[in-house]
């Protein structure tokens, strides 16, 4: 059986083969990425009981289906990123990650995508406490916890909004969406099986 290690880097190195734009974002970086992305599932561990960051029990269905899962669209993620935003020597585009909880897709995206800045937004104070904690033990710069409502956050400041397992896709929540993102913006719904995505948008026809 492979060791949670193991698990880990071949499964980086399997989305790394998948997709060349993958390749070149964590490939120059692939010792120091595992690394902090070994640490932050220790801390996951570490805290999730006590606070409820996801609903796994092993090792290996919280790299899989929570840290892996995160990174699978980074490709696509950042060939949308350079084909709709207007590039930028002095300013950073921003992301949000809505609804963290614990991190997830925001954390794994920043640790794999140091040139952008992310806000993880979290209303709930213990999960909050737990990204700040998290933020500071893998030392990761490029991301800021935001104890706030994503309705709350100023208009238009976002270049992409990311969430996953977080509320079906209506009118209501992607108004907020919407709103948070700037006119060139980008929304990226982590969903779960096709089935239940065509389901919601054809009771919601918004596409």
């Not at 919280?62 to 892996?68: A, K, N, S």
């Not at 954390?107 to 406490?129: C, H, K, Q, V």
């Amino acid at each position: 059986m492979k060791s949670k290690k193991d698990l880990l880097t071949e499964g980086i190195k399997i989305l790394c083969q998948s997709d060349k734009e993958i390749e070149t974002l964590i490939a120059p970086r692939f010792e120091e990425t595992a690394l902090l992305l070994e640490r932050y599932i220790k801390e996951i561990k570490l805290f999730n009981a006590a606070y409820g960051l996801v609903a796994v029990d092993e090792t290996r269905e919280l790299i899989i289906r929570h840290i892996l899962d995160s990174i699978a669209p980074l490709g696509i993620i950042s060939r949308l990123l350079n084909q709709h935003q207007q590039p930028s020597k002095t300013t950073a585009a921003q992301i949000a990650d809505a609804g963290s909880g614990a991190g997830l897709p925001g954390i794994p995206l920043a640790i794999t995508m140091p040139d952008y800045n992310f806000s993880l937004i979290e209303r709930m104070g213990r999960r909050a406490g737990f990204l700040h904690n998290t933020k500071a033990v893998l030392g990761i710069a490029n991301i800021t916890v935001e104890e706030i409502d994503l309705e709350k956050t100023e208009k238009g400041r976002f270049s992409l909004i990311t969430f996953r397992a977080f509320k079906p896709l209506e009118p209501k929540l992607l108004k907020i969406l919407f709103n948070a993102c700037a006119n060139t913006g980008l929304i990226a719904a982590y969903k779960g099986k096709r089935e239940k995505i065509e389901q919601e948008i054809k009771v919601y026809p918004f596409v």
